[in-house]
């Protein structure tokens, strides 16, 4: 899997960094910078987590060729 992000979207809101810290890093006045592009299936879940919760919808998981844009 990789994570892909619409910096567009994102408000920095720093939702996806409190869920899988390992993977997100959101500077204070900034945007979210992905730290891991493919993380691993072990961090699948809380990654996850941080596409549902993400405020304005601007994280993806893209599998297999396909977008997945998880809390619709
Ligand atoms: S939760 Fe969404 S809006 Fe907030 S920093 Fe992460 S990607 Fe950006």
Do not use: H, S, Y
């Given at each position: 899997?990789?994570?892909v992000v619409d910096l567009d979207l994102c408000q920095g809101h720093a939702?996806?960094?409190?869920?899988?810290p390992d993977v997100?890093?959101?500077?204070k006045r900034g945007k979210v910078e992905i730290?891991?592009?493919s993380p691993s299936s072990d961090q699948r879940a809380v990654v996850d987590d941080a596409v549902t919760y993400c405020p304005t919808r601007a994280l993806s998981i893209v599998d297999d060729g396909k977008s997945e844009n998880k809390g619709e």
């Open positions: 899997m990789r994570i939702v996806c960094q409190a869920e899988a997100f890093a959101v500077p730290l891991i592009e």
